[in-house]
């Protein structure tokens, strides 16, 4: 596997997606970027930008989400770091080659075209991991 490029994004699980993007452009100055369902994960996101960065805040649709799961067990709160790479399919591979658990075997259809793939928490320090081919790091534009 080549190296990360970068950091895609943070995504911040929150309960209410209004109230968040709210929060989050008018308190601490974020510009808000796209909006998006993602059925496949049973959450709607919103893409907020600090500069560059991105922070994505991610809602779940349903009660069977994993990110409803998640708030469920933990509240709002930081959900998982998404790695940009330039191939998916090959980061995983390398990345279980390693011996590391992956949450899928195979990349999924992401927010905004992109392919993506989760690390097991058990396999990177207790943090969620997101790897995340045709991601745009760039932050659009200021």
Known sequence: ???PTGVDHIAIAV???NEATQLWRDRFGLREGERELVPGQRV???MMYAGKMRIELVCPTSNDSPVQAFLDKKGPGI???ALAV?????AISSIQAKGAQ???SEPKKGAHGTKVGFVHPKSSN???LELVEDGDISGLSS
């Open 44 to 46: 709607e996101v919103q």
């Open 1 to 3: 596997m080549s190296r």
């Open 79 to 81: 959900h998982h770091i």
């Open 86 to 90: 330039d191939d998916c399919q090959a």
């Open 15 to 17: 309960p209410d997606l």
């Open 126 to 128: 207790g943090v969620l």
């Open 102 to 104: 992956m949450i899928d």
